[in-house]
Antibody
Framework: EVQLVESGGNLVQPGRSLRLSCAAS????????MHWVRQAPGKGLEWVSG????????GYADSVKGRFTISRDNARNSLYLQMNSLRAEDTALYYC????????WGQGTLVTVSS | EIVLTQSPATLSLSPGERATLSCRAS??????LAWYQQKPGQAPRLLIY???NRATGIPARFSGSGSGTDFTLTITGLEPEDFAVYYC???????????FGGGTKVESK
């Protein structure tokens, strides 16, 4: 069974940094591209960033480009999102998702940016 | 940048009825179109990928169709558990990216 467990979400002040992690199990992690998708309270889904299986290609939404960095450690079956210069509009539930089509999702970790 | 527009925003139907949800792309796209269902407090669940393929374990009452700019998710015979928000999504492989529509809420009349 595919399991994705996000962690690292917290309340943080504007301008500060946060690092999210996603621990994967139940599948061969380095066979799959991975994504981060967020959902602000009461809003729709917004793609944040994606990474190919071998980290050969990275993609970012315009809203986070230059501030967020996606990475992965295939030896640890883990996906990461380094978030710098956080803004109030980054407040959301952050999901990691497996595969080209985001076939499977974790339950999310909440990031709140507020002073 | 391709924009996905979903309509209607809200669909009010009774159990047993047919639901037809639309997703329109701002330009012609490949059939890399997926549909998700999201219930309150839950993560999205993949229903359909590549426009018309049901994901593993998805009931046959869910079907996807379309090509070019116009895509449809049809739920034939709504079950009580189908009342939820539905999103369409377009994927790009290189670099990997996803584009989501704004969602359609299917609510009980």
């Amino acid at each position: 069974e595919v399991q994705l467990v996000e962690s690292g979400g917290n309340l943080v002040q504007p301008g500060r940094s946060l690092r999210l992690s996603c621990a994967a199990s139940g599948f061969t992690f380095d066979d799959y591209d991975m994504h981060w998708v967020r959902q602000a309270p009461g809003k729709g889904l917004e793609w944040v960033s994606g990474i190919t299986w071998n980290s050969g290609s990275l993609g970012y939404a315009d809203s986070v480009k230059g501030r967020f960095t996606i990475s992965r450690d295939n030896a640890r079956n883990s996906l990461y999102l380094q978030m710098n210069s956080l803004r109030a509009e980054d407040t959301a539930l952050y999901y990691c998702a497996q595969g080209l089509n985001a076939d499977n999702w974790g339950q999310g970790t909440l990031v709140t940016v507020s002073s | 940048e391709i924009v996905l527009t979903q309509s209607p925003a809200t669909l009010s139907l009774s159990p047993g009825e047919r639901a037809t949800l639309s997703c329109r792309a701002s330009q012609t796209i490949a059939n890399y179109l997926a549909w998700y269902q999201q219930k309150p407090g839950q993560a999205p669940r993949l229903l359909i990928y590549d426009a018309s393929n049901r994901a593993t374990g998805i009931p046959a009452r869910f079907s996807g169709s379309g090509s070019g700019t116009d895509f449809t998710l049809t739920i034939t015979g709504l079950e009580p558990e189908d009342f939820a928000v539905y999103y369409c999504q377009l994927r790009s492989n290189w670099p990997p990216s996803l584009t989501f529509g704004g969602g359609t809420k299917v609510e009980s009349k």
